[in-house]
């Protein structure tokens, strides 16, 4: 899915954690963080720190893709980088 500002990405935070049947005080227990910096995550997602970001997103199952704007996921396959992160 593209995301292109951040308050798409806090909803596309939120609705991963709903369909995984996590409540924002579950999440924020996996994370080790209060309920409310879930809910900063998910609604001022601007206020967040990157690496809260970060482990939300390992929790919820997902994948942080970045490719060059107006680029699509193919060249990204393309470049095939050489070592793993």
């Known amino acids: ?6 308050r798409a990405l ?3 935070i939120r609705a991963a954690r709903k369909y995984k049947g ?13 309920q409310g910096t879930v809910s900063a995550l998910e609604s001022k997602t601007d ?5 809260t970001l970060m ?8 994948e942080l893709h970045i ?3 107006g680029e699509t996921q193919e060249l990204f396959e ?3 980088w050489p070592e793993k992160w």
């Open 67 to 69: 490719v060059k704007k």
């Open 47 to 51: 206020t967040a720190k990157l690496r």
């Open 55 to 62: 482990h939300a997103i390992a929790i919820l199952d997902l």
């Open 22 to 34: 996590m409540n924002q005080s579950q999440l924020a227990e996996e994370l080790v963080v209060r």
């Open 10 to 12: 806090g909803a596309y």
């Open 78 to 80: 393309a470049l095939k």
């Open 1 to 6: 899915m593209k995301i292109a500002d951040l």
